[in-house]
């Protein structure tokens, strides 16, 4: 658990450091490739080559592309025009993506999730009722995909892990990760990255040190390991820690100005939407319980 709390607050300083100070002046790809090249520099000469199974290797560089390439490419491409309070805000939803990943992989069907993202799409129109756009949506949409990779991404070690122990620590396997993302975001940077918005000032690659050392190195690495240590519903309930601290810091600090009614309505619509997706699991899980007492 300790892990995850870390994480979820070096988590909520990011987002803003981000919205701040990147977007909308450093091109989105090159931020996300700086990113998982520093933390790769990091981890890579810790990493096993030898006593590893290629099918583990595999399956590693698949979540690392999950978890970081693509998350990362849809989350800063969101931030070109949704704030930081309402990408906070969308973030909400990525533990209905935990829960309805963990029920595919279970062969469970939660019909209230579908409910809960209904809810939840309600929730961002509240947000924005007075200038809904098309670009509005995108970003909501953005960040949907991002959150259902993100979830995928560590559910998928959660299961990784407990199939394939080792005696080797986490962080001796954990380098593949990154080399999974760097197969997404390199191509990325180099087929829609822009050369002429790299970082210009020692602020801006401050930040970017900052985000490749802290959340995406160490962050990463934190939050998979925490995963393994708790339950599935401890962990789709963690996603959400970062939401109110990463809220209140932007809104104390960058965005006193921001419309607080209509971030509290929308946002509890959208947390809403989250309880909704929870209580039909423990429903679903308890009638499965009943059906194999009979």
Excluded at 91 to 115: C, G, K, S, Y
Excluded at 158 to 172: E, G, K, T, V
Excluded at 209 to 221: H, I, K, V
Aim: proline share 4%; hydrophobic share 55%; net charge positive.
């Amino acid at each position: 658990m300790g892990y995850l709390i870390i994480v979820a607050l070096i988590q909520a300083f990011s987002f803003s450091l981000i919205g701040e100070y990147l977007a909308g002046h450093v091109d989105s790809y090159f931020a996300v490739l700086a990113r998982v090249v520093l933390a790769g520099l990091v981890f890579l000469p810790l990493t096993r080559w030898r006593q590893v199974e290629p099918r583990f290797m595999r399956s590693m560089l698949l979540i690392g592309a999950l978890q970081y390439g693509i998350t990362y490419v849809c989350l800063y491409l969101s931030f070109r025009v949704l704030t930081v309070p309402e990408v906070l805000l969308f973030t909400i939803l990525t533990p209905l993506h935990v829960t309805l990943i963990e029920d595919a992989l279970n062969r469970r069907f939660n019909p209230w999730a579908l409910v809960a993202a209904l809810v939840a799409v309600a929730g961002a129109a509240v947000i924005r009722f007075d200038s809904i756009t098309g670009d509005f949506f995108i970003g909501f949409l953005l960040l949907q995909l991002a959150n259902f990779t993100y979830a995928a991404g560590q559910v998928l070690y959660r299961h990784l892990i407990a199939r394939n122990p080792s005696d080797l620590p986490h962080y001796r396997r954990f380098g593949y990760f990154y080399l999974g993302a760097l197969l997404v975001v390199l191509p990325a940077f180099l087929l829609f990255g822009n050369s002429q918005h790299l970082p210009s000032t020692d602020v801006q690659w401050l930040v970017l040190l900052f985000l490749g050392l802290c959340p995406t190195a160490l962050g990463l690495y934190w939050w998979n390991k925490g995963a393994c240590m708790v339950p599935g519903a401890t962990l789709a309930v963690m996603n959400n820690l970062h939401v109110p601290v990463g809220l209140l810091i932007n809104l104390l600090i960058w965005n006193q100005d921001e419309p607080l009614g209509r971030l509290l309505v929308g946002g509890g619509v959208i947390l809403g939407s989250v309880w909704m997706s929870r209580l039909g699991q423990r429903r679903s899980i308890a009638g499965q319980r009943v059906d194999s007492r009979r």
